[in-house]
């Protein structure tokens, strides 16, 4: 009798909503069609918290900014921000509750440096030159770390597969986005100049499209080398695997192809034992030598007369050219314009996410460029350790440094400690990925964006994750 009444209520619902969907598709109004995904989300946000999170992380590679469709002048990725905003309200109704996810990410270092950027920013927002700007700049961030952070770490100390589905989930819609990115950009002949939209509308440009790939293409192959894998599967991360790295050379992302050779030497230096002690002192002298030679350095990199090409050999060699490459001078205009803001402000900045509303006036006559402007429509500081300095003051900087120096503990670590291969490929793989992203964080910044957001706290979720159970802490109880 209960089974009947259920699927009498089941018929009944499902005629009644395709009477409604038929008058509404007569009178033109076709959103009603994702009326059941609306109600399944927030049936799995509340009972299925992983299926949430999963479905979250699969749209991610595909979410599309309504800008860029010129829909709306509001910058929304759809349909992941409403999601994500969703995230964060259930993670606020859970900690009024008590604790919102295992207790134990909130002590690992890198929670507590992660939530020390967090207050340090809410401090920076009540001080900013534009509050309403720096609150949605916080709330956005904040949703990110609430659903990639602290909400993927708790599934995967909970539920130890979904490690690697987590990253399955944004490799397989990724190369989605490749496929259709490579077959435009086919009909240019592979040009260097269309390479630099033909990601649109997934992505906003060439430059955040090449550092998600290079994120992506570590724990891609690490993926790929598990052994006791299904043949389907292995066959299809074999595919990922190459149309990944394909994607990142026709990026044409220059900064993109530098982090992938710097975390090819960090891996070589670790395989062959050397410290993170070691590299950091070693890092520490290449920085003050630079510093002492700068004057030198600049000379030197002002003979490169290389302009960015569509011959790969020529545009790597362009990646030191200072004197008529426009998009390294406008990094250079940026930068400084960055310094300044900073030594304006050094102790709060102007607020986070300003950088772009304030930096016109700071900009010197014989920096600019013929891509300088001095409309808020030029994007920000183009890099991940000065914005935070000029937005955030003194404190931003160090925060992000610190969280790096965490990281790399943690990223060592496991990597001498973990006696499973295949985890510890996974996890040095993660880390890689991260470092990826730091190193091409000299050169831009889009944590401001669920394409970056999502792998990145992703992976440091993960890295805390793999760290907490190395050291072993009993696992108590799954709640999802």
């Keep these: 009798m209960k089974s009947w009444l259920t699927d009498k209520t089941v018929l009944i619902g499902t005629l009644l909503f395709s009477i409604i969907l038929g008058v509404c598709a007569y009178n033109e109004f076709l959103l009603i069609a994702v009326l059941p995904l609306v109600i399944l989300l927030a049936w799995w946000s509340v009972k299925r918290l992983d299926l949430y999170i999963g479905f979250i992380l699969f749209a991610v590679p595909l979410s599309i900014n309504l800008q860029e469709l010129e829909v709306t002048s509001l910058g929304l990725y759809m349909p992941t921000e409403p999601l994500l905003f969703g995230a964060l309200i259930i993670f606020l109704c859970r900690f009024f509750k008590g604790w919102p996810v295992d207790k134990r990410l909130f002590s690992h270092p890198i929670s507590i440096t992660i939530g020390s950027m967090m207050v340090w920013m809410a401090i920076t927002t009540v001080t900013s030159y534009d509050p309403l700007v720096s609150l949605k700049f916080m709330t956005s961030r904040a949703w990110f770390i609430v659903s990639f952070f602290f909400f993927l770490g708790h599934i995967m100390l909970h539920k130890p597969e979904f490690r690697e589905r987590m990253l399955m989930l944004l490799l397989f819609p990724l190369c989605i986005v490749v496929i259709y990115t490579v077959i435009r950009h086919a009909g240019y002949d592979f040009s260097k100049h269309a390479g630099h939209w033909m990601m649109k509308p997934f992505f906003k440009d060439h430059t955040s499209y090449g550092a998600v790939l290079a994120m992506m293409l570590p724990p891609t192959i690490a993926l790929l ?87 790969l050999t020529q545009h790597v060699k362009s990646i030191s050219n200072i004197s008529s490459d426009d998009s390294n001078l406008e990094r ?28 016109a006036p700071f900009q010197k006559s014989d920096l600019k460029t013929t891509i300088s402007t001095n409309n808020a429509d030029g994007g920000n500081a183009h890099s991940e350790y000065l914005g935070p300095l000029a937005e955030q003051g003194v404190m931003g900087g160090v925060l992000v440094l610190l969280l790096i120096w965490w990281a790399s503990i943690v990223g060592f670590r496991l990597w001498n400690n973990l006696k499973n291969k295949e985890e510890r490929n996974l996890a040095v793989s993660i880390y890689l990925g991260l470092m990826t992203y730091f190193i091409h964080g000299v050169l831009n910044n889009y944590l401001d964006t669920d394409k970056a957001s999502a792998p990145f706290w992703g992976f440091l979720a993960l890295l805390v994750v793999l760290d907490i159970e190395s050291r072993g802490k009993a696992l108590p109880k799954a709640t999802t």
């Design 225 to 311: 080398s598990k052994k006791d894998r299904p043949t389907l599967i292995r066959l299809l991360l074999g595919i990922a695997t190459v149309i990944i790295a394909i994607g990142l050379i026709l990026s044409f992302t220059r900064a993109a192809w530098v982090s992938i050779a710097g975390v090819g030497i960090l891996f070589v230096a670790m395989r062959i034992g050397i410290k993170l002690k070691t590299l950091a002192s070693i890092g520490a002298v290449v920085v003050v030598v630079l510093f002492v030679n700068f004057d030198t350095l600049m000379i030197d990199l002002q003979r490169n007369k290389q302009d960015s090409s569509d011959n």
């Design 332 to 359: 250079l205009n940026r930068w400084s314009c960055a310094v300044s803001l900073f030594q304006e402000r050094p102790i709060t900045g102007w607020g986070p996410g300003t950088y772009q509303f304030v930096y």
